[in-house]
């Protein structure tokens, strides 16, 4: 497909377990944003990967979340012993190029509910 | 740090209304602003940005003009439709990140 595409698209689970949400960026875009919408709340940054640089990762909120990426493509953010308040709607998002006026495409995100 | 603050919603107009939604920024430097459009079921989508001082954005109606003397990015549309019905994020960008406000949420009725 031509645009960032994220699996699952729902995922429910429970508390304590461990989760995994996939992105597949735009082929040839070598930037990668993950970011998450809580209810009622903007869009929360997490990390952002840039080609082969080292991920800035200062957006992650406790050190249960990961991300990686693998072939400078395909990116997964895991999350670690699942509680009630990760609850949200991860989204994905990719650039072609490093300027700060590049539009981000984004998927349609991951909808997590943690029960 | 930066930030973006955007008028709380939902907004509720009636078709061919006008539109105003509200978005204030502190940021240090000159970032670039943006407003994304969330339409239902979909992601998160580009709908204009400015990237200095008194430039205007425009897209599909809408416009926004970048003040810095208020450091504001108001979102405007002369003539609503249904099909706008939406939520509106306004960000700024600075670096390598995109700093999004909460959204404002938008419903048009005929």
């Known amino acids: 497909g031509a645009g960032v595409s994220q699996s699952p698209s729902n995922k429910v689970t429970e508390k304590g377990k461990d989760v995994e949400l996939r992105c597949d960026p735009i082929?040839?875009?070598?930037?990668l944003y993950w970011y998450r919408q809580s209810l009622g709340q903007g869009l929360e940054f997490l990390i952002y990967?840039?080609?082969?640089?080292?991920?800035?990762k200062s957006g992650l909120p406790s050190d249960r979340f990961s991300a990686e990426r693998t072939g400078g493509s395909v990116s997964t953010l895991t999350i670690q012993r699942t509680q009630q308040e990760d609850s949200a709607v991860y989204l994905c998002?990719?650039?072609?190029?490093?300027?700060?006026?590049?539009?981000?495409?984004f998927g349609e995100g991951s909808r997590l509910t943690v029960l | 740090g930066d930030s973006v603050t955007q008028m709380e919603g939902p907004v509720t107009l009636s078709e061919e209304a006008f539109l105003t939604i509200n978005c204030t920024y502190t940021?240090?430097?000159?970032?670039?602003l943006f407003w994304y459009v969330q339409y239902p079921g979909e992601g998160l989508q580009l709908l204009l940005k400015?990237?200095?001082?008194?430039d205007k954005g425009s897209n599909k109606g809408f416009e926004a003009t970048y003040r810095k003397e208020t450091t504001s990015f108001h979102l405007e549309k002369g003539s609503v439709q249904v099909s706008d019905s939406a939520v509106y994020f306004c960000?700024?960008?600075?670096?390598?990140?995109?700093?999004f406000g909460a959204g404002t949420i938008l419903r048009v009725k005929s």
């Open positions: 940021a240090t430097g000159y970032p670039s």
């Open positions: 998002a990719s650039r072609p190029d490093r300027t700060n006026t590049g539009e981000l495409f």
């Open positions: 082929s040839g875009h070598t930037a």
């Open positions: 960000a700024l960008g600075r670096g390598n990140k995109l700093v």
């Open positions: 990967f840039q080609g082969n640089s080292a991920p800035d």
């Open positions: 400015a990237t200095k001082a008194d």
